[in-house]
């Protein structure tokens, strides 16, 4: 088992920053990509941003140029500097983290860390 837990979220007007932090612990030998997903409500859970073990990054459209994604592996972190928040940045974020069993991978889950901005 892998346990996630989020931390950073919080309220900021529009044009403000926010830097979200998730630490892995547990069975985290061999976690391969981690990342971030949000939930607004009525809405579907949508990936914001994905890291892999070796460093490769993914972004959804939405937040490229504003949001980015790192990782320290020595601390078992993953985290997410978020620029530039706009009011459609309001969401419960979620931090994911998956690993390979067999011929498949498992995913972890945060209990999520909310982000609201006002306009």
């Known amino acids: 088992q892998v346990q996630l837990v989020e931390s950073g979220g919080g309220l900021v007007q529009a044009g403000g920053s926010l830097r979200l932090s998730c630490v892995a612990s547990g069975s985290i030998f061999r976690i391969n990509t981690m990342g971030w997903y949000r939930q607004a409500p009525g809405k579907q859970r949508d990936v914001v941003a994905t890291i892999t073990d070796g460093g490769i990054t993914n972004y959804a459209d939405s937040v490229k140029g504003r949001f980015t994604i790192s990782r320290d592996n020595a601390k078992n972190t993953v985290y997410l500097q978020m620029n530039s928040l706009k009011p459609e940045d309001t969401a419960l974020y979620y931090c994911?983290?998956?690993?390979?069993?067999?011929?498949?991978?498992?995913?972890?889950w945060g209990q999520g860390t909310q982000v609201t901005v006002s306009s």
């Open positions: 994911n983290a998956k690993r390979p069993v067999g011929s498949t991978f498992v995913g972890y």
